[in-house]
């Protein structure tokens, strides 16, 4: 069974550029979550998807990120203009529905983004 | 608002010995879950153990066992018989157990980088 992907692994851009960012969760998965990991702090939390529709958005930084799942299965997030303090790693995770007490988030490996 | 801290930005131990990473996080629920989480360099993140607080005997898997102390609000995790793949950055999370919702989102510490030595 393929993992979660994320596509690129590494993105350098210019401030004020546009970049998108894709996930593809395990096939089946209906969560999708959005995490970013900023140098030297902690993972926080983005958003989560249910399917396709947003379950909660409310780590969302700001109105220059956009994500979509459209047919809830892939997923993007879309920075656009993007700015330094962008930069960071942004993880994906995906989790089957319906088992909460035994569920388990499995992670993509990331993509590195880099504002300059 | 739920907090994970880490206190121990990184440790070392050497090959065959016994780590412990310590975990502590703050929460007014009574019901939820923890994590660690193992990220090796260049590789995504994999589940390593978790344990449900409800639950009073700490979680084992293997070599990793946790030290929960949920009076304390402490989650530590210790590596026996550390081998060389156990290099990685290691995570602490906290969930929610949400009753009649849906959102598990993970909160997170800011981790702990382990090295093993030859």
């Known amino acids: 069974e393929a993992g979660v992907t994320q596509f690129p692994s590494h993105s350098v851009i210019e401030k004020g550029q546009t970049v998108t960012l894709r996930c593809d969760p395990i096939s089946g998965h209906d969560n999708l979550y959005w995490y970013r990991r900023v140098m030297g702090k902690e993972i926080k939390f983005l958003l989560h998807f249910v399917k396709e529709s947003k379950q909660d958005e409310s780590g969302m930084p700001n109105n220059r990120f956009l994500a979509e799942r459209t047919g809830g299965t892939y997923s993007t997030l879309k920075v656009q203009p993007a700015e330094l303090e962008d930069s960071g790693v942004y993880f994906c995770a995906s989790s089957p529905r319906g088992r909460p007490r035994v569920e388990t988030q499995y992670f993509g490996p990331g993509t590195r983004l880099l504002v300059l | 608002a739920q907090t994970v801290t880490q206190s121990q930005p990184e440790m070392s131990v050497q090959e065959a010995e016994t780590v412990t990473l310590s975990c502590t996080y703050d929460?007014?629920?009574?019901?939820?879950?923890l994590f660690w989480y193992k990220q090796p360099p260049s590789r995504q993140m994999i589940l390593v153990i978790r344990?449900?607080?409800?639950?009073?005997q700490n979680a084992t898997e293997n070599r990793f066992s946790v030290n929960f102390q949920k009076a304390a609000k402490s989650f530590s995790l210790k590596i026996s018989d550390s081998q060389l793949g156990d290099a990685a950055m290691y995570f602490c999370?906290?969930?929610?157990?949400?009753?009649?919702?849906?959102?598990?989102?993970?909160?997170f510490g800011k981790g702990t980088l382990l090295t093993v030595n030859p």
């Open positions: 929460t007014s629920e009574s019901d939820y879950y």
């Open positions: 344990q449900e607080a409800y639950k009073q």
């Open positions: 999370a906290y969930r929610r157990q949400n009753s009649g919702g849906s959102n598990y989102k993970l909160t």
